[in-house]
């Protein structure tokens, strides 16, 4: 389908530009607003109300006068309305792909795939609404009864970033929802437009006011300062950067808040001299190049087994050279933009100074000049071990390649890294696999599979990367509390 201006400028009109605080949108009190930019051609796409301190306030006292009804909702109730909100979403898919593409770059083709991918956490938390079970037993000694039950955690600020607008909401949301949790949404400034259509979505699916409130804005520690200084507020929900997600949980010990942090990454991607190497090398490009590279499961780190170094290289660059950059809303494109110049500035400064310190272009290796912020897909090769680029999250469209001599040492390369997210092991020895895995420090390994994200598998991290788990039965646990009740001897 051939996206045209008009088709653009009437979605974009259709999503609401208010801030959403007990069930209405309405206007930032200091009437303050921020302009979302597309990252293509760097043009103004929406003006959005910028929340304040007093609206986040607001957001809070919405939440806070739910919580006690919502979490006495019949876990039907609450399941229903996420299946709606999944049926909703799965019908605009269309819409929501392209406001994704619009505000944030990606090309259409992978705007569609996080939609089904987002709305997948509705269909699934929806299931596990009904599911959240508890455990009667008789105590070791035999004579009393325990009960163990689960209750919500209570209103929660969830904050997201700028690089899967619809995913890292309905990550967060629907099993908020399932646990019975009223919610302020803050999401990142650059790409807020896909979270207000989403928050609209979820009113219509009869969600009830004050449950989700969501405030954007263009100052995040304002809404974080006095939210997480507010004894009502019960859990922070961190979606980010590792150094805003350590301020976060520094805040966060003034008032013993639980958290969910999911933070950088810097993965691994190892081939091993019997890896089927046509599998490998699909294999990098999704997880190299999907989102651009802009993904916390990026593979930052391609290190191959020296025998097979050279015809790796050889076969990712080509593919890598045939990918065509673009606006994503162009039908032949499947490199985006980066998201902002800075972003584009840091990759490239990354980039320099690996070559600066011997490592060969094999293709790529410079910004790409026009308006919007595209840089060329590159490969890297003779990249050294202790180079930046390597410790580095890139964060863009750039695969350094260097070597390793066996097992012992990919494992040591692999866990040489502060992070500690996702990995990819490509071989075909599956005893290799289950070696491997057991000694390397990442919460998700990929076997042979480029991308292994899923509603139901628990995603997040270790070391660096963060605390927590999101989707998966994991992901509800993140949003409840235990309550233990000792029963006497009847
Ligand atoms: P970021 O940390 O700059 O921002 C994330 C969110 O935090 C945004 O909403 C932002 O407005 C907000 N924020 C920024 N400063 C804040 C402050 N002082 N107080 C409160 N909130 C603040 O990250 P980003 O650039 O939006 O996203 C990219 C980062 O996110 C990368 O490091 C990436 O690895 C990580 N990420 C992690 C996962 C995961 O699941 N582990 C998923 C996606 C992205």
Redesign the pocket.
């Known amino acids: 389908m051939t996206i045209t201006p008009t088709r653009e400028s009437e979605l974009l009109a259709s999503v609401p530009t208010g801030l959403l605080i007990n069930g209405q949108w309405r206007d930032a009190s200091d009437g303050g607003t921020f302009d979302v930019l597309d990252p293509a051609t760097g043009q103004k796409l929406a003006t959005l109300a910028s929340a304040t301190s007093e609206d986040a306030m607001a957001a809070l006292d919405a939440a806070d006068a739910v919580q006690k009804t919502w979490a006495l909702t019949a876990p039907r109730e609450r399941a229903e309305i996420l299946r709606r909100a999944f049926d909703l979403v799965t019908a605009r898919a269309e819409d929501f792909a392209l406001l994704m593409s619009l505000e944030m770059g990606k090309p259409l083709p992978e705007a569609r795939g996080e939609v089904t991918y987002g709305a997948e956490f509705l269909r699934w938390f929806s299931e596990e609404t009904v599911r959240d079970y508890g455990r009667y037993l008789t105590t070791p000694e035999g004579k009393n009864k325990m009960i163990v039950q689960t209750k919500p955690v209570g209103p929660c600020l969830l904050?997201?970033?700028?690089?899967?607008p619809l995913a890292?909401a309905t990550r967060k949301v629907a099993p908020a929802i399932a646990a019975g949790c009223t919610m302020v949404l803050?999401?990142?400034?650059?790409t807020p437009l896909t979270s207000q259509l989403f928050a609209a979505t979820m009113m219509e699916a009869g969600l009830p006011a004050g449950v989700l409130n969501v405030v954007s804005s263009q100052s995040?520690?304002k809404?974080?300062?006095p939210l997480m200084q507010d004894d009502r507020l019960r859990k922070v929900s961190?979606?980010?950067?590792?150094?805003?997600?350590k301020?976060?949980m520094k805040d966060a010990a003034d008032k013993v808040l639980r958290t969910s942090m999911?933070?950088?990454?810097n993965a691994p991607f190892l081939v091993f001299e019997d890896a089927d190497l046509d599998a490998a090398v699909e294999g990098a490009m999704a997880a190299k190049m999907r989102n651009m590279g802009e993904?916390?499961t990026a593979a930052n780190r391609f290190l191959v087994h020296e025998s097979v170094a050279k015809e790796f290289t050889t076969k990712f660059a080509a593919a890598m050279g045939e990918l065509k950059t673009g606006r994503g809303t162009e039908p032949d494109s499947t490199v985006g933009p980066i998201i902002d110049a800075g972003a584009r500035d840091d990759i490239h400064a990354l980039v320099t100074q690996a070559i600066e310190a011997g490592a060969t272009v094999v293709t790529g290796g410079a910004p790409i000049e026009g308006p919007g912020y595209f840089y060329a897909p590159t490969v890297l090769s003779n990249v050294a071990n202790d180079a930046e680029i390597l410790r580095q999250?890139i964060?863009g469209p750039v695969a350094p390649v260097t070597t390793f001599r066996d097992e012992a040492h990919a494992i040591e390369l692999a866990n040489a890294s502060e992070y500690g997210?996702a990995s990819y092991i490509y071989t075909t020895d599956h005893n290799r696999l289950f070696r491997v895995a057991e000694q390397i420090e990442f919460g998700l390994v990929g076997f042979n599979a480029g991308v292994i994200s899923n509603a139901a598998a628990p995603?997040?991290?270790v070391k660096q990367?963060?605390l927590g788990r999101?989707g998966g039965a994991e992901g509800l646990a993140e949003y409840t509390t235990t309550q233990y009740i000792g029963i006497a001897d009847p």
């Open positions: 904050i997201t970033p700028w690089n899967f890292m803050k999401p990142a400034k650059l995040a520690s809404i974080s300062g961190f979606t980010g950067s590792t150094a805003v997600g301020m976060l999911e933070l950088g990454g993904a916390c999250e964060f997210l995603f997040g991290g990367s963060g999101e």
